[in-house]
C-alpha cells in the first residue's frame, strides 16, 4: 500500500503545480480597451473614473456601494 500511495501523491502533488502556475488571460474589461488607444484620456478620482476617447465618453461613478455607468456615444450623423 505504500509502494502505490507514494507515486500517487507524488503525481497529485506535481499536477496541482502544473495548474496553479499556468498563466491564464483575463478578458480586459472594456475601461482598460478603451484606456489602452492611443487618443484616450482617463481621469481617476476619488469615487469616480472617467475615460474620453474620439467618440465615446464612459463615467463611472460609485455612490452609496451602488456603482453607476454612463456611455456617451457621438455619431458624426448630426
Known sequence: MKIALKPILLLLALS?????CREQE??????????????AKV?????????K???KKIKIKED??????????DNDDN
Open 43 to 51: 481621469k481617476v478620482k476619488e469615487d469616480k473614473i472617467k475615460v
Open 26 to 39: 483575463e478578458e480586459k474589461s472594456e475601461i482598460e480597451q478603451l484606456a489602452e488607444e492611443e487618443d
Open 64 to 73: 452609496d456601494g451602488e456603482i453607476k455607468k454612463k456611455v456617451k456615444i
Open 16 to 20: 496541482l503545480s502544473f495548474v496553479s
Open 53 to 55: 476617447t474620439d467618440d
